[in-house]
């Protein structure tokens, strides 16, 4: 038995009252027969869009791909997705099907998806409807192409990725014939767009197995990040490493929270190790200078991926961020805090315990970084003073003081110095007679 929830129900009933078979269909079927929570319902129905516009006059529908079947009712319970009964016709370009073509089974609609646990559909009346034995693979936690799967993936190679974002995502292991015929069909990957690898890529480093999945499937994602393959059994011949570049990278990316930037900058950290890599003359590896080499490779690569400006810095700060000090007193707490903020301190707190894991040899290491944290609470909830927002002086105050132009930004900047270094109070008094002094002593000269 499936719970339908009250927004599926209703208008699947709508659709049916009206004459038209309607079923739950894909993702969410296979989540709650997983015991998941979906996080979204999709529907397919005999109706045609025009038809099911009938049904739902007067409510609100989005034509999300009306020449595909698909429409978006919107409704209390969330926005449902709803497609006529469809076959694919052919992917002469391996991307998008060259046209679609409206079927009447819901069988024939199941055998165009790409893996069995996600073509399976649910009706309230018939119950499931699994022509591939989704249910069974489900529960014996394998994926596993519906029909040829060579065929599958030349038709559409995106689907190659979601292969290793499934296993990620779910845990569960990949057929063996499914994942060989990934690996011949490779190439097609080059025809896919590069929001789509990067979603794919994203949702794949954020999976709960994500470890798992990077290191079964490190070819797949050689191939569409090319720059990463030298990190492939880097041996780093240090005893502060147990793993070569590449496991230590995926090892750490699955330590950090499930946030796309955190777990990207994980992956990408060390990618400029190998090409700094010397070794000394006891035998031991090092790595001077990788954080550099890594934003330098990094940052190509987050452009061809089409990240947005925002992500972009915030990922390459950490890459290059993520071997320097955050400060083990107030003071220096404060010092980078004012360097980067509370945030990026966040993230890189998140960044460092997720590297000293990943090195497998030094979990003092993280007791360590759990100190910093409290530090950090400590610097924030005493409302410490690290920004020039947060100075009790501004500009308008230096002008006062008879500053002008760039004199009144280098003061302000001295006195914010001044409270980081714990050399005077953050209170209006204490700094104007602070830059009055300055100012004299200047004057002085
Ligand atoms: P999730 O929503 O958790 O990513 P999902 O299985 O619902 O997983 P969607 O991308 O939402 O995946 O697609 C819904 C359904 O449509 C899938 O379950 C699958 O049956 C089908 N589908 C989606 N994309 C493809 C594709 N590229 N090739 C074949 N079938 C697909
Ligand atoms: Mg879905």
Known sequence: MLDLPAHAARAIAQLEDAGFETWAVGGCVRDSLRGAAPHDWDLCTAARPEQMQAVFAGERVLETGAKHGTLTLLTDGGP?????????????????????????????????????????????????????????????????????PDARFQEDALRILRAVRFASQLGFAVEPETAAAMRRQLARLDCVAAERVR??????????????????????????????????????????????????????????????????????????????????????????????????????????????????GRILLLVEQHDRPLGDSPKLVRRRLCQIGEARFRDLLALKKGDAVGQGTHPEDIAWLCGIAQLLEEVLAADAC???????????????????????????????????????????????RRARARMEERHDE
């Open 386 to 432: 690290f920004s020039l927002r947060q100075l009790a002086v501004n500009g308008n105050d230096m002008v006062s003081l008879g500053l002008s132009g760039p004199a009144v930004g280098e003061m302000l900047r001295a006195l914010l110095d001044a409270v980081i270094d714990g050399q005077a109070d953050n209170t209006r008094d204490a700094l104007l």
């Open 80 to 148: 449902l997705e709803i497609t006529t009964f469809r076959a694919d016709g052919g992917y002469s370009d391996g991307r998008h099907p060259d046209g679609v073509r409206f079927v009447a089974h819901i069988e024939d609609d199941l055998a165009r998806r790409d893996f069995t646990v996600g073509a399976m559909a649910w009706h309230p009346e018939r119950g499931l409807c699994d022509p591939f034995g989704g249910l069974d693979d489900l529960q014996e936690g394998v994926l596993r192409a519906v029909g040829d």
């Open 199 to 312: 979603a794919e890529l994203t949702g794949l480093l954020c999976g709960r197995f994500a470890q798992r999945a990077l290191l079964a499937f490190r070819d797949v994602i050689g191939y569409v990040l090319p720059e990463l393959v030298p990190m492939f059994d880097c041996d780093q011949q240090n005893p502060h490493h147990k793993y070569d570049v590449w496991e230590h990278s995926v090892r750490a990316a699955g330590q950090v929270p499930a946030e796309p930037a955190l777990r990207w900058a994980m992956l990408l950290h060390d990618c400029g190790k190998p090409a700094c890599k010397t070794v000394d003359e006891r035998g031991v590896g090092h790595f001077y200078g990788h954080p550099k080499a890594s934003h330098a490779i990094a940052e190509p690569l987050l452009h061809r991926l089409r990240f947005s400006a925002e992500e972009t």
